[in-house]
């Protein structure tokens, strides 16, 4: 155990990562310290998280609601603002682990300032590893710190391959629920409607990622991630419909054993295991009971009722600047979709255009990312 707690910046500390990771630091006070937490526009859940945790300073996104909480604080803690905020907060000494937990592209910067400033990653942002896998594992190397994966099915990876060989593995195989939307009729799509997709039936997530698990475009995200965390060709990471969400991932080895992590449906579990790595240590939760699981099932993904998940797959081996033309025109179809401004079915189409119309830069630095990334966007909204 460390000599004195280490200290924690959690930006995007009002999202359902957020909250969770604050509850796993509630749990262990004598190994973790919040001092920065960072929000966007919620500074009344943000207020309560600092009248409890006591952080050295917040940032707020939104520059109107941060001088609105400075008012509410009344001096009590320093209340930073906009991207410069944030980007302020990963720059501090008194941080040691930063959970980037922002919603999509947003997250990529003020995690790759982090890494240049040596802090250890918890990532729970995977568009930044979508968007820019090969500048951000090259920092990692370079800036030598570490960085462990908070979504359930790379934290399940991570687990499996505890004392294994790197080059005795021969297939990753994540598991997905297949979403709201699993035995839906294909012909009854056209009339999803946000209400509908928001009903996820085992996770309780923020907005966007619900609706991309509805579309399964978050698993086609979570495939270009493994890519990058666990360095194997698209064609060595599978995808399962599981829907019980039961078992997070597996990985197969050359003998053709298979180890799967398994555990109720927790983000808690991953966190810590994020924020303890490579310790393990008491998680106070429900417990697995195999008798009273009664089954679990597995199925092949519909490729054609879910045409995100192929689409992923052809951005990642497309590879160079084609993976975050297919974030960004994700994140501004999924929005356009929240607002009711097109169809369930026309997220996956305008993706699609997108990347058809998008000429690769192969070798991308990060300001062809940052290129590709506004060209996208615009694109993406002009089909909106």
Known sequence: MASRPQHIAILGATGSIGRNSLEVIRSLPDRFRVTYLTANTNIDLLREQIA?????????LNERQADKLRSMVGGSVEVLAGEQGVMEVVRRDDVDIVISSLVGFAGVRPTAEAIRHRKHIALANKETLVA??????????EYGVRLIPVDSEHSAILQCLAGEQQNQVTRLILTASGGPFLHTPADTFSNITVDDALRH????????VTIDSATLMNKGLEVIEAHWLFRLPPEKIDVVIHPQSII????????????????????????????????????????????????????????????????????????????????????????????????????AGIIRQSLDRHTIHASPEFEHILEADAWARTTAMSMV
Request: neutral net charge; proline residues 8%; hydrophobic residues 50%.
């Open 248 to 347: 997070h991932s597996m990985v197969e080895f050359v003998d053709g054993s298979i180890k799967a992590q398994l555990g109720l449906p927790d983000m808690k579990l991953p966190i810590q295991y994020a924020l303890t790595f490579p310790e393990r240590v008491f998680l106070n939760g429900g417990r697995l009971s195999f008798p009273k699981l009664e089954r679990m099932t597995f199925f092949e993904p519909d490729l054609v009722r879910f045409p995100a998940l192929p689409i992923a797959y052809e951005a990642l081996a497309s590879g160079g600047t084609a993976p975050a033309v297919l974030n960004a025109a994700n994140e501004i179809a999924v929005g356009a979709f929240l607002d009711k401004r097109i169809g369930f079915t026309a997220i």
């Open 52 to 60: 409890e945790f006591h952080p050295l300073g917040v940032a707020v």
């Open 201 to 208: 039936p085992n996770w309780k997530m923020g907005s966007k």
């Open 132 to 141: 820019a896998g090969s500048y951000i594992t090259g920092l990692v190397a």
